[in-house]
């Protein structure tokens, strides 16, 4: 080991403890104030070592019509990563959308979910942060397999 350590440290590898590494972390701003959660579900990037939380997540009020700012950690941001959410209309439906996946060139750390009505009431909003594994549909076409989630529920008390 004494012989490989100064080689992997030229070609910039550094060798880590025993300790786990923290896990990444996702903030959710509404009305002024902010919650944090940790991942409900995190695995490895091949979505084989995988951890449980099922106490992480984090409440907000979201009052009708108001934007969700999400801010995820660098470490969800350089991979591919989506918003899945779903609200309710001025009728009571229920609504499932999902913002376009966030990767290479449009990789990014932030995103503001809006509505697409001030009546709108948002219910629950999931991050989604895929792995390096391809799942094949009965179609025939791929889905790639969600590595990590990240929950926030939402006080819609007024």
Not at 31 to 39: M, R, W
Not at 61 to 75: E, F, K, N, T
Not at 114 to 121: D, F, G, K, M, Y
């Amino acid at each position: 080991m004494r012989r490989l350590a100064p080689l992997l440290a030229a070609a910039g590898v550094t060798l880590a403890g025993c300790a786990a590494p923290t896990p990444p972390t996702v903030t959710f701003y509404a009305a002024g104030k902010a919650a944090v959660t940790g991942p409900a579900q995190h695995c490895d990037v091949q979505v084989e070592n995988c951890s449980a939380d099922p106490d992480a997540h984090a409440v907000l009020r979201v009052p009708p019509g108001s934007p969700l700012q999400i801010s995820v950690d660098a470490h969800v941001g350089e991979t591919p990563w989506q918003v899945v959410f779903r609200y309710r209309d001025a009728a009571g439906t229920p609504i499932e959308g999902r913002s376009a996946v966030f990767y290479g060139e449009s990789q990014r750390l932030a995103y503001t979910l809006r509505l697409p009505a001030t009546t709108s009431q948002l219910e629950t909003v999931e991050i989604q942060q895929f792995g390096g594994v391809l799942a094949a549909r009965q179609d025939g076409g791929v889905d790639f397999v969600t590595r990590g989630t990240w929950v926030l529920s939402i006080d819609d008390r007024r």
